[in-house]
C-alpha cells in the first residue's frame, strides 16, 4: 500500500484535474443508479399502459444519458491527461536522476536494465495510473450507489446477493498478489531480453567477427522463451480470474432470481420492484469485474513501480556540499596528497597514498604496465570518483569544496574509446559549448587537424555522424574529440591513451594537435607508446597502485627501473616488427 501511496502521489500537481474528474464521475454514478428506478417505471408503464408514463420514462432517459456522455467524456480526458502527465513526470525525473549518478552506478548496472526502467517499467505504470483514477472511482461509486438503493428496495434480497462478496474479494486478492510476483519476474526478464538485444546492436562487429550470430541467436531465444513462459502466466492468471468471477456472479444471480420470485409470490415484492432490482444487480456485475481486472493491472504496474523506485532511491556517491564553492578560471595547479583509492569498499586497493603536485602549464605523462592505476588517476580530477583516503587540490581548493559543474567546465577530456552522439560532425564539437558559432566550430577543428578531413565531406560540418559516430574512423573520431575539448577552452587537458588505438598516420595527425593544444595549459598523457610522452615535462611512472619513479624522459633511462625497461621493450618492438 506504501507504494501504491507513493505511486499516486505524483498526482497531487494535478489536483485540478483530479477534482473535475471526480465531479465527471460522481455525475456518470448518478445516472447509473437513477437508470434503476428509470426501468422499473417503465414495466410499470408498459403493464398499465400507461402512454403519459412512458414519454416521461423515454425523456427522462435519454436526459439521463445525454448528460452521462458529456460527464463520461470530461472524466476520460480529465483523467487521461492526469495519467499522461504523471508517467511524463515520472520519466523525465527518472531520466534526470540517472544522469545525476555518478560512474560507478553505470559500472554497476547494465545498460539494457536502466533503459527497460525507464521505456518497459514506466509504460507499465502508466495503465496502473489511469485505471486508478479512471477506472476505481466510478466503478467504486456506482458499486456504492446501487448498493445502496438496492438495500433501500429489499434488504433480505439484498443481503443474499452480497453473501457471495467475501469469496469474491478472496479471489482478487489471491489473483492480484500472484499477478504482483510474476509480473515482477516479467519485468525483470524483459530486462535480461533488453540488455542482450543493446549488447548484440552495439557490438555487432564483434559477434560477426567470430561468426558468433548463432550463439547470440540462441542466446537470445532461451531468454525471450523464458519472457513468453511468464507473459503467458500473467495472461493465465487474467483468463482464469474472469471466468471463474463470472461463475460466482451468475450463482448469486441464481440465488437472487429464486429469492426474488419468492418475494413476489409472497406479496412483499412488486413485480416492477423486482425488475428494478434485477436491473440494479446487473449494474453491479459489470463494476466488480472491472475492479478485479484493474486489481491484477494495478498488482502488474506496482512490481513495475518496484523496479522504478529502486532506481530512483539509488544515491549518487559523488555529492556536492550543501554551500559548494563555484569555481572560477583557474591557473590549472594540482596537488594529490596521500591518495588512495579503490573501486569497491571490499575490491583491491588500486591507489596506495599517491602524492604528486603539478604546476601550472606542466605536462604531466602518466605511464606503467595496463592494470597500474594511471586512468584511476586522471578520473579523480574531475572527481568521477571520491578517493577512499587523502585530499586532491585544485589551486589550493579540495575538490570536495567545489561545484562539480564548475570543476568539469575546467577540463576536456579525450579518452580512449571516443564516443559521439547520432547527429551532425558540428553537433558533436559544439556539445562541450552549445552556443558556439560557426567561426568558432571551424577555428578549433582546424587545430585539431579536422577541418581538412570534413570539408571532403559531401555535407562538410553537417554530414550526419550515424549512431556512436560509426560513419567516421577511429583516427577521425578522435580529431573530432579533441575539437571538442578544445571548444571549451579548458586549462586542463587530459589525454587518456588517445592515441593507443590508431594507425600510425592517424597518430602523427592527433599528435599534431595534441602539440598546438598543450601550450600554457596543464596537461595529464596517459600513453601506450613511450615515444608521445618523451617530451613531457615530467613523467610519472605507476606500479601496482603507486608512484615508483618520476623525472624526464632522460632521467628515467639512467635509472635502472621499471620505465627503462618498458622503454627498451618497445624499442626492441619497433626494432624487429617480426616479433610483435
Known amino acids: 500500500m506504501k507504494l501504491y501511496r507513493r505511486l499516486l502521489s505524483y498526482l497531487k500537481p494535478y489536483r485540478r484535474q483530479i477534482i473535475g474528474a471526480i465531479l465527471c464521475m460522481v455525475i456518470v454514478s448518478i445516472t447509473n443508479i437513477l437508470l434503476i428506478p428509470l426501468i422499473g417505471k417503465l414495466s410499470e408503464a408498459i403493464g398499465s399502459r400507461n402512454f403519459s408514463l412512458l414519454n416521461m420514462v423515454v425523456l427522462g432517459a435519454v436526459a439521463l444519458y445525454f448528460f452521462r ?92 446477493t452480497f453473501l457471495v462478496i467475501p469469496l469474491l474479494s478472496f479471489i482478487i486478492n489471491r489473483f492480484g498478489s500472484e499477478m504482483r510476483e510474476v509480473s515482477r519476474e516479467a519485468q525483470k526478464k524483459a530486462a535480461d531480453v533488453a540488455s542482450i538485444l543493446q549488447e548484440t546492436v552495439s557490438g555487432a562487429r564483434v559477434v560477426k567477427s567470430f561468426a558468433m550470430e548463432k550463439h547470440e541467436t540462441k542466446k537470445f531465444t532461451e531468454e525471450l522463451e523464458k519472457s513468453f513462459g511468464l507473459t503467458l502466466k500473467q495472461a493465465q492468471i487474467n483468463v482464469t480470474q474472469g471466468p471463474l468471477l463470472a461463475f460466482l456472479q451468475v450463482l448469486a444471480i441464481v440465488a437472487v432470481v429464486w429469492y426474488g420470485a419468492y418475494e413476489v409470490v409472497s406479496g412483499r415484492l412488486s413485480p416492477a420492484e423486482l425488475i428494478s432490482f434485477f436491473a440494479g444487480l446487473a449494474m453491479i456485475a459489470d463494476p466488480v469485474s472491472k475492479l478485479g481486472t484493474i486489481n491484477t493491472t494495478i498488482q502488474n504496474a506496482l512490481a513495475s513501480a518496484e523496479r522504478i523506485f529502486e532506481v530512483i532511491d539509488i544515491q549518487p556517491s559523488i555529492k556536492e556540499k550543501e554551500n559548494a564553492l563555484e569555481l572560477g578560471t583557474i591557473k ?43 586512468s584511476t588517476v586522471v578520473n579523480l580530477i574531475p572527481r568521477f570518483y571520491d578517493p577512499e583516503k587523502g585530499t586532491i587540490m585544485i589551486d589550493g581548493h579540495d575538490l570536495k569544496d567545489l561545484k ?12 580512449q574509446e571516443t564516443v559521439l552522439f547520432s547527429g551532425t560532425i558540428r553537433d558533436n564539437i559544439a556539445y562541450s559549448k552549445l552556443e558556439a558559432s560557426d567561426q568558432e ?59 593507443s588505438s590508431l594507425d600510425s598516420e592517424s597518430e602523427r595527425l592527433v599528435q599534431e594537435a595534441m602539440q598546438r593544444l598543450i601550450s600554457g595549459r596543464t596537461v595529464f598523457i596517459i600513453a601506450h607508446r613511450l615515444s608521445t610522452v618523451q617530451h613531457a615535462d615530467r613523467i610519472l611512472v605507476i606500479d601496482q597502485g603507486e608512484i615508483t619513479e618520476q ?23 619497433e626494432k624487429n616488427p617480426d616479433n610483435q
Open 404 to 415: 562539480l559543474e564548475s570543476l568539469r567546465k575546467q577540463m576536456g577530456i579525450i579518452p
Open 441 to 499: 566550430v571551424e577555428r578549433v577543428s582546424q587545430l585539431a587537424n579536422a577541418h581538412d578531413f570534413i570539408m571532403t565531406l559531401p555535407d562538410r560540418y553537417q554530414t550526419l555522424v550515424g549512431e556512436r559516430g560509426v560513419r567516421v574512423s577511429g583516427g577521425e573520431r578522435q580529431r573530432i574529440a579533441i575539437a571538442r575539448a578544445l571548444l571549451r577552452d579548458p586549462r586542463i587537458l587530459i589525454f587518456d591513451e588517445a592515441t
Open 69 to 160: 456522455g458529456v460527464a463520461t467524456y470530461g472524466q476520460g480526458y480529465l483523467t487521461s491527461f492526469a495519467g499522461y502527465r504523471v508517467v511524463t513526470d515520472l520519466r523525465i525525473q527518472v531520466y534526470r536522476h540517472i544522469q545525476d549518478m555518478s560512474l560507478d552506478f553505470f559500472s554497476k548496472w547494465r545498460t539494457g536494465e536502466v533503459i527497460s526502467r525507464v521505456t518497459n517499467d514506466i509504460s507499465v505504470v502508466q495503465s496502473a495510473v489511469i485505471a486508478s483514477v479512471m477506472e476505481i472511482m466510478p466503478n467504486l461509486l456506482t458499486l456504492i450507489g446501487v448498493i445502496g438503493y438496492l438495500i433501500y428496495l429489499n434488504w433480505r434480497l439484498t443481503l443474499i
Open 551 to 573: 623525472g624526464t624522459h632522460q632521467e628515467l633511462l639512467l635509472k635502472n627501473g621499471i620505465y627503462k625497461k618498458l622503454y627498451e621493450m618497445q624499442f626492441q618492438d
Open 332 to 374: 590549472g595547479e594540482i596537488e594529490f596528497r596521500d591518495v588512495s583509492f579503490r573501486y569497491d569498499k571490499d575490491g583491491k586497493v588500486v591507489l596506495k597514498n599517491i602524492s604528486f603536485s603539478v604546476r601550472p602549464g606542466e605536462v604531466i605523462a602518466l605511464v606503467g604496465r595496463s592494470g597500474a592505476g594511471k
